[in-house]
């Protein structure tokens, strides 16, 4: 590993890019196992879905569309584009100091 890996604000850069990226891949997991109806009671289904809807409380009702599978999409969707956005935003400016 190269000594630039080592300083503390790339440590922390690369911590939140991680971060941001585990959160919308399990936002984009729930949509998936939403689109394709996936087993509800089923543990794992489960376990997405808590936390996709803990991940977009604040986005997972914020739009009124008439189809249940594009208020999923939009909502969660939109969770994980800011997830990205913001997280690697924050950890670019993290590797620069």
Same mark, same amino acid.
């Given at each position: 590993?190269?000594?630039?890996? #080592? ?17 919308? &891949? ?13 087993? #509800? ?12 809807? $803990?991940?977009?409380? $604040? ?9 249940? $599978? ?15 956005? &913001? ?8 590797? #620069?100091?």
């Amino acid at each position: 590993m190269s000594p630039r890996y #080592r300083t503390g604000s790339h440590s922390a850069g690369t911590v939140v890019a991680v971060i941001a990226d585990i959160a919308a &891949v399990i936002l984009g997991l729930w949509i998936l196992m939403y689109l394709l109806e996936a087993n #509800r009671a089923n543990d794992l289904v489960r376990f997405v879905h808590d936390a996709a809807d $803990w991940l977009a409380g $604040w986005s997972r009702d914020l739009f009124t569309f008439d189809e249940a $599978w594009a208020r999923v999409v939009a909502g969660y969707g939109l969770a994980a584009v800011v997830y990205l956005f &913001v997280g690697h935003a924050i950890a670019g400016r993290l590797h #620069r100091h």
